[in-house]
C-alpha cells in the first residue's frame, strides 16, 4: 500500500462515471483523507446514491460545497500536500451551448492550477481526453508524441479538454507537479441519459441492426481509477501526459461482443457516412423547428464514424500498469447494464 494514503485527497466530479470510481478506489488503497467537491445538497445527495449502488462505504469521505470558478473558494478547498484529482467537466454530446462549456471547463481547471501553485499541493492529476490528440492514420498508433496541430474543425468539448489541458501545462512550467491522464473511450455507465456507452448497449439490447466502420480505443473505468491514482503515486510520473488504452476495437467489433455478451444477433448493416450525415441535417431541421437541443450533430458522425488507434506504452513502461482483458471489462459492463446505473 502506498505510503501516499495519509495524504489528503481533492477530487472533483466525484459524483460522475470517472470521479465515482477513483473515490471507490482510493478507499480500497487505503485512503481515508478525502474530500469531494460538490455544487449543492442535491449533487451531495447523488454522491452518496452512486457511492450506495456501487456497494462502497463512503461514510469517511466528505462533502464540500465548493465553486470550481471561484479562486477564493479553492484557495480554502486546498491544502499544501493534497493530492488533487480534477474530474469534473461539462460535457455536450449534441449542439448544445459550446462555447460556454469551452470557457467554463477551461476557467475551472486555471483557477485549480493557479491555486494548486498558490497553496503547493503535492500533485495534480488533471482527467482529460483521447480528444485531444491528434489521430494517426489508421491504423498506426496514436501515443503521447501526437500533439495537435489545429483545432479549428473540433467539437467543443474537445476544444475544452485541449484549452483545459494547456492550463496543465502552464502549471507545469510554474512548478506544480502534474499528470495529464487521456482516456481512450471509457467502458463503463454514468447517467444513463447521457452515457455514449449505455447508448451502445441499448441498441445492442434492442437488436439494432447498423453499424458504422468506425474503429477507436476503449479502457475499462476501473482502469482508468487505478492507473490515474497510480500515477498521481509516482513522482517519475509528474510533468507527462499518459494516454490509458486498453484495446483497439472497430465499432462493429464492440458492438459485436456486446451482442454475443447479452445472447443477441450482432449488427449486420453497415451504415455510411454519406447517410449519417443526412439523418444529422434532418435533425437539425426538425431540432430548429422544435426548438430543442440537436443530440446527433455532424461532430458526432464523425466521431462514430473516424477510425483511430492507440498506443499506451509510456504508462507501463513508467508503472508496470498492466490493464483488465476485454472480457473482463465486458462482464462488468454488462452486470451493471443489467442491475440498472444511477
Known amino acids: 500500500?502506498?505510503?501516499?494514503?495519509?495524504?489528503?485527497?481533492?477530487?472533483?466530479?466525484?459524483?460522475?462515471?470517472?470521479?465515482?470510481?477513483?473515490?471507490?478506489?482510493?478507499?480500497?488503497?487505503?485512503?481515508?483523507?478525502?474530500?469531494?467537491?460538490?455544487?449543492?445538497?442535491?449533487?451531495?445527495?447523488k454522491f452518496r446514491l452512486k457511492m450506495k449502488s456501487m456497494n462502497v462505504d463512503a461514510s469517511s469521505v466528505v462533502t464540500c460545497d465548493v465553486e470550481l470558478c471561484n479562486p477564493h473558494e479553492v484557495n480554502e478547498l486546498l491544502n499544501e500536500g493534497d493530492i488533487l484529482i480534477h474530474c469534473a467537466a461539462q460535457v455536450a454530446l449534441g449542439s448544445g451551448n459550446g462555447q460556454e462549456m469551452i470557457e467554463t471547463n477551461t476557467r475551472i481547471t486555471s483557477v485549480l492550477v493557479d491555486c494548486g501553485i498558490?497553496?503547493?499541493?503535492?500533485?495534480?492529476?488533471?482527467?482529460?481526453?483521447?480528444?485531444?490528440?491528434?489521430?494517426?492514420?489508421?491504423?498506426?498508433?496514436?501515443?503521447?508524441?501526437s500533439f495537435a496541430r489545429n483545432?479549428?474543425?473540433?467539437?467543443?468539448?474537445?476544444?475544452?479538454?485541449?484549452?483545459?489541458?494547456?492550463q496543465v501545462w502552464r502549471g507545469i512550467r510554474s512548478g506544480l507537479n502534474c499528470v495529464i491522464v487521456n482516456p481512450a473511450v471509457i467502458l463503463g455507465l454514468g447517467d444513463r441519459n447521457s452515457s455514449s456507452v449505455a447508448t451502445i448497449l441499448d441498441l445492442v439490447s434492442h437488436k439494432f441492426p447498423f453499424y458504422t466502420d468506425g474503429a477507436s480505443g476503449y479502457v475499462d473505468v476501473r482502469d482508468v481509477a487505478q492507473a490515474s491514482i497510480l500515477l498521481a503515486e509516482t513522482p517519475e510520473a509528474y510533468g507527462q501526459r499518459y494516454l490509458i488504452s486498453a484495446h483497439n476495437l472497430s465499432h462493429?467489433?464492440?458492438?459485436?461482443?456486446l451482442a454475443e455478451q447479452l445472447g443477441n444477433k450482432p449488427p449486420h448493416i453497415k451504415c455510411s457516412r454519406q447517410v449519417l450525415y443526412a439523418i444529422s441535417n434532418i435533425e437539425a431541421i426538425v431540432a430548429a423547428i422544435t426548438f430543442r437541443q440537436q443530440k446527433f450533430s455532424k461532430h458526432m458522425v464523425r466521431s462514430i464514424t473516424s477510425r483511430s488507434a492507440y498506443g499506451s506504452s509510456l504508462l507501463k513502461k513508467t508503472t508496470g500498469f498492466e490493464y483488465r482483458s476485454l472480457e473482463d471489462t465486458l462482464n462488468y459492463l454488462i452486470k451493471e447494464y443489467r442491475l440498472g446505473s444511477i
Open 118 to 145: 498558490r497553496q503547493k499541493i503535492r500533485v495534480m492529476v488533471h482527467m482529460s481526453s483521447i480528444a485531444t490528440f491528434e489521430s494517426r492514420e489508421y491504423p498506426q498508433l496514436t501515443d503521447e508524441s
Open 1 to 45: 500500500m502506498s505510503n501516499m494514503t495519509s495524504n489528503r485527497v481533492v477530487v472533483t466530479g466525484a459524483s460522475g462515471m470517472v470521479g465515482s470510481h477513483i473515490v471507490a478506489e482510493l478507499l480500497t488503497r487505503g485512503y481515508r483523507n478525502i474530500v469531494v467537491t460538490v455544487r449543492s445538497a442535491q449533487a451531495a445527495d
Open 252 to 257: 462493429f467489433e464492440l458492438m459485436s461482443k
Open 151 to 166: 483545432v479549428s474543425s473540433w467539437n467543443p468539448y474537445a476544444k475544452s479538454k485541449f484549452y483545459s489541458e494547456n
